[in-house]
């Protein structure tokens, strides 16, 4: 007997070593990730804020299109953060203020009075005028982990009123009394489960359930069970009631978006009410709360029965125990559900603008750090622009269809859309589909440029001399090539047009003379122009190039004609402002930078060839559309055989270049001018930009030339025109127009006296 004791004391002082050691590693895991990165938290991609100033452009659809994309209520009394007032000329809007990286803008009542499509004035809640203020940015997507969890991480002092004791009493009233483990509830639960021949009822704390779905696995089996035991009262020991309660808040799992995961409440607010759970009033909290139980069987979505009940019951919970009252308990069972019916929330509603910007990143950061690190990424896209690019593109892509017939199917698209003053991309199309996640034409469609290559032939020929009233020979030519073939092209119209100037050469977009023109000037500065505006890929010296045989895409195109409008100055484009981490700490700034590649002087020039395309070349029917007073330059493209349709144009603040063609190749039935212009000229419709101003720098002076024969002439004179030029460079040679001789120098004598 002696023995047997002996060795059972040996066996339990061994049985406690074994037990202390499991325990002392027990307790080093339920530190070091509770104490450490709890979570894989993903990057967070937002869009620009939308900056409300005296004086602006704005109007008050464009507002509205805003605050809805922004989850803003439109209600007849705005009295809380994310409400709005509207009227017929003044909205008042509750903001809910946003931390920026250059600082807090905090939540405001806003008055906005508006006259037409202008802001006249925006005052806070004392009456007193504002400059200028910020809305929040929209959040547009983030960069998950592979697990694909994805949640909004919040803290127990931003939750609603009712939430935490809401998910008390559903889950674990006796949470505040308990060390992690409720002995009494497990005895419960067994007596249930007993009774009931099969598992019904759980006995776990909300400690437990957290262990659970943070330490462990979901699986009903005893040795999980025995390890959750433990590590909840290790929890408990070393951390308040509060923390453990906000990690629950923070890791509950509530539902599934596709393949993401939707884990904690405050995520769960945005994808079931679209709004920050900040805002959610007390049927949408006891809603959210029943969810725990199982947000499968209770999907409001799915099963709004299931819901409705189970909302209803966690009502009558937090009214029996005294939560709230009759009243509040009254007027919460009446409400509806109130569940939106879109499941995406604009998370990943911009695809092709999100894929950019993770290609931008990627060249910066590892993808463990955008999946799990919590970075806040502040990116250049504008909303507006974006949804005015997508209405012109489907509306415009209709109306084609519909002229065209089956000529017309299967058409696919894509379109950038920048700042020309900053070189920021504000918009992106990769597809028809606006809303697909596959290939991205517009970084990734290499597609022949047609003649938006020649301003970059025609800026060559500026820059070694050429004028504009240069005349070029616009008839056949034959280039033998190195294979022993020949280069023959033609124009368009299948027409010669002899001696026409270099401006309108370009306008009307004359194959035979731009041909020509680059032979003389020569393929190789022809490609050092192209690389110097911004393309970046290998071009061959082919004279085709000099027609646009090149494939480009059309991110590589905007590059181009940014420089172009930024008046030879190179920008970079941009879709990145600033990458924050979770905290709002800076890690990397994206600045505005800009390099001369052409002197400003001969770009002017190009770009009064570029204003002529729209008001009398081959752009002109934009002007059907478009007010007169809309300064805009721009080049049409077609490839040959007609299998590209392109524009690319800017305006004051809007630049913007168009590709519409078929991904197997196929013929189109419209030109770049009947086919990407309407798409591009309905966009600038929508967005009602600025006019370009072409700034006339030093060195440049206009000239009245006769356009006939290119000679010096007179502004009263039949056919002349005012022409820039490089200073020293206008003709000299005058053409006799009649003008002097005896009379007509009498009339004007007479004129100039009485003026």
């Not at 008055?111 to 806070?124: A, H, N, Q, T, V």
């Not at 059907?624 to 007073?629: D, H, K």
């Not at 189109?668 to 101003?693: D, H, I, K, Y």
């Not at 002097?740 to 004598?749: A, E, I, K, Y």
Request: charged share 25%.
């Amino acid at each position: 007997m002696g023995r047997l004791l002996r060795w059972l004391l040996k066996l339990g002082l061994v049985m406690s070593v074994i037990a202390g050691v499991g325990l002392i590693y027990l307790d080093a895991q339920v530190r070091t990730k509770f104490e450490g990165k709890r979570w894989a938290v993903p990057a967070k991609v937002y869009a620009r804020p939308l900056e409300l100033y005296p004086g602006q452009t704005l109007s008050m659809a464009d507002l509205k299109q805003e605050l809805k994309s922004l989850n803003y209520r439109f209600v007849r009394r705005a009295e809380q953060p994310g409400a709005v007032e509207w009227a017929s000329s003044r909205t008042r809007i509750q903001t809910r203020g946003f931390n920026f990286p250059d600082g807090a803008e905090p939540a405001r009542n806003l008055l906005l009075s508006f006259s037409g499509d202008r802001l006249e004035s925006i005052r806070d809640a004392q009456g007193q005028n504002l400059p200028l203020v910020r809305l929040e940015p929209m959040l547009i997507g983030g960069i998950y982990p592979k697990s694909n969890e994805d949640r909004d991480l919040i803290k127990l002092e931003e939750a609603p009123p009712y939430l935490a004791q809401a998910l008390v009493t559903v889950e674990d009233r006796a949470f505040y009394d308990h060390w992690g483990v409720s002995f009494k509830g497990i005895a419960r639960a067994m007596w249930v489960n007993v009774r009931a021949g099969r598992f019904v009822q759980g006995g776990s704390t909300l400690t437990q359930q957290l262990i659970k779905n943070f330490y462990l696995t979901s699986d009903r089996t005893l040795s999980r069970k025995l390890l959750e035991l433990p590590m909840a009262m290790l929890l408990e020991l070393h951390y308040d009631k509060d923390e453990i309660l906000e990690a629950y808040l923070n890791e509950v799992y509530l539902g599934q978006s596709g393949s993401r995961a939707i884990h904690g409440f405050g995520l769960a607010s945005q994808y079931y009410f679209a709004r920050p759970v900040q805002e959610l009033e007390l049927h949408q909290v006891a809603l959210l709360a029943g969810m725990v139980k199982g947000p499968s069987w209770y999907d409001p979505r799915r099963h709004p029965e299931r819901a409705m009940e189970r909302r209803n019951l966690v009502l009558r919970m937090l009214h029996e125990q005294g939560h709230i009252t009759e009243a509040d308990y009254t007027a919460a069972r009446e409400r509806t559900l109130g569940v939106v019916k879109q499941r995406s929330l604009h998370k990943g509603a911009f695809p092709a603008y999100l894929d950019l910007v993770k290609r931008q990143l990627r060249e910066e950061y590892r993808d463990e750090d955008l999946s799990t690190e919590g970075l806040r990424v502040f990116t250049a896209l504008d909303p507006l622009a974006q949804t005015h690019a997508e209405a012109a593109l489907e509306s415009s892509v209709k109306r084609l269809e519909q002229r065209y017939g089956q000529r017309a199917n299967n058409l696919e698209a894509s379109m950038v859309v920048t700042d020309p003053q900053t070189g920021e991309v504000l918009a992106l199309i990769g597809g028809r589909d606006t809303r697909y996640q596959g290939f991205n034409r517009a970084l990734d469609a290499l597609r022949p440029v047609g003649s938006l290559v020649k301003p970059a032939v025609y800026l060559a020929a500026l820059e070694q001399g050429y004028t504009l009233n240069a005349m070029l020979e616009d008839e056949p030519l034959s280039v033998k090539l190195p294979d022993g073939s020949t280069w023959e092209p033609q124009n368009f119209d299948r027409r010669s047009h002899g001696l026409v100037p270099l401006h309108r050469s370009l306008a009307l977009s004359y194959n035979q003379s731009t041909a020509r023109l680059g032979m003389d000037v020569g393929v190789e500065r022809v490609i050092d122009m192209l690389e110097r505006l911004g393309a970046e890929r290998e071009l061959k010296p082919y004279p085709s190039l000099l027609l646009g045989a090149q494939a480009l895409s059309p991110l590589e195109l905007a590059s181009i004609y940014q420089t172009i409008a930024a008046n030879g100055f190179r920008m970079p484009l941009r879709v990145i402002r600033r990458v924050t981490d979770a905290e709002g700490e800076e890690l990397s700034r994206y600045p505005f930078t800009l390099k001369q590649q052409v002197k400003p002087e001969v770009v002017h020039l190009l770009q009064y060839a570029l204003q002529e395309v729209g008001r009398e070349g081959t752009a002109r029917s934009a002007y059907r559309t478009l007010p007169q007073n809309l300064n805009l330059a721009g080049k049409t493209g077609t490839s040959n055989d007609q299998r590209d349709s392109w524009f690319a144009g800017y305006t004051g603040d809007r630049l913007a270049v168009v590709w519409l063609g078929r991904d197997d190749n196929s013929q189109l039935p419209f030109t770049g001018a009947s086919g990407a212009l309407r798409v591009w000229t309905e966009f600038m419709r929508r967005e009602q930009p600025q006019p370009f101003v072409a700034t006339r720098p030093a060195g440049i002076e206009y000239v009245w030339v006769d356009e006939a024969t290119g000679l010096r002439s007179d502004a009263r004179c039949e056919g002349s025109r005012q022409l820039p030029f490089l200073t020293g460079t206008a003709p000299t040679d005058k053409v006799d127009c009649g003008l002097d001789t005896p009379v007509r120098r009498s009339l004007d004598w007479f004129r100039n006296w009485f003026n």
